[in-house]
């Protein structure tokens, strides 16, 4: 259980082009979802936080102009890297946070994540 | 403000002995939770392992264990009889009320054949 999918995996796009990368919880329902950059040897730096049905918050310093997140059901989720350049280029990784903590055992904090995915603008 | 620290960049370890990563926390809060997750090359986040804080017990997972002091804002990882398919990033982190993580900077972990 606890399975979160992501597409695409890879992707590439020319500059001033918009990406959307989908979130989907496979097998539960999620409260919440998160989005991730990661960049090659760090952590994972949290760019926004999604609820069902409502607008996304965004961390200090994210454009949320350029990021635009979409939680549109309980189990899918959308990144949009819109007018994208080669700055944005990383490697993106939502996670799930799910609905009853009891339904996997959990205690409603553990954050389930996808396998990400990696964009080069060029 | 949360923080995570953990202290090695980089760490390695021969097949089949024990190695502990560390990890320390600062916060003001009493309920709280914290995780370790494991970043293996294809980058996929796996959840290891994790501790509530109101629990005194260290939590365990076959060859992973935690050695939690609330006291002393600690939670490390033990990883007992270590296997090659354990080299991967370590990546501790800390959650609370708002349900978003904080994450440490993580540890490389490397086992050597």
């Known amino acids: 259980g606890a399975v979160v999918s992501q597409h695409p995996s890879w992707v590439i796009c020319k500059s001033g082009t918009s990406v959307k990368i989908e979130c989907r919880s496979l097998d539960f329902q999620a409260t919440t979802m998160f989005w991730y950059r990661q960049f090659p040897k760090q952590s994972l730096m949290l760019m926004a936080t999604s609820n069902e049905g409502s607008k996304a918050t965004y961390e200090q310093g994210v454009e949320k102009d350029k990021f635009l997140i979409n939680h549109a059901s309980l189990t899918l989720s959308t990144l949009t890297v819109t007018s994208a350049h080669p700055e944005d280029s990383s490697f993106y990784i939502c996670?799930?946070?799910?609905?009853?903590?009891?339904?996997?055992?959990?205690?409603?904090?553990?954050?389930?994540f996808g396998p990400g995915t990696r964009l080069t603008v060029t | 403000a949360q923080t995570v620290t953990q202290s090695q960049p980089e760490m390695s370890v021969q097949e089949a002995e024990t190695v502990t990563l560390s990890c320390t926390y600062d916060t003001s809060e009493n309920n709280y939770y914290l995780f370790w997750y494991k970043q293996p090359p294809s980058r996929q986040m796996i959840l290891v392992i994790r501790?509530?804080?109101?629990?005194?017990q260290n939590a365990t997972e076959n060859r992973f264990s935690v050695n939690f002091q609330k006291a002393a804002k600690s939670f490390s990882l033990k990883i007992s009889d270590s296997q090659l398919g354990d080299t991967a990033m370590y990546f501790c982190?800390?959650?609370?009320?708002?349900?978003?993580?904080?994450f440490g900077t993580g540890t490389r972990l490397k086992v050597l054949a």
């Open positions: 996670s799930a946070r799910a609905v009853t903590a009891g339904g996997l055992g959990t205690s409603g904090y553990e954050q389930y």
């Open positions: 982190a800390f959650a609370s009320g708002t349900y978003k993580y904080i």
């Open positions: 501790q509530e804080a109101y629990k005194q």
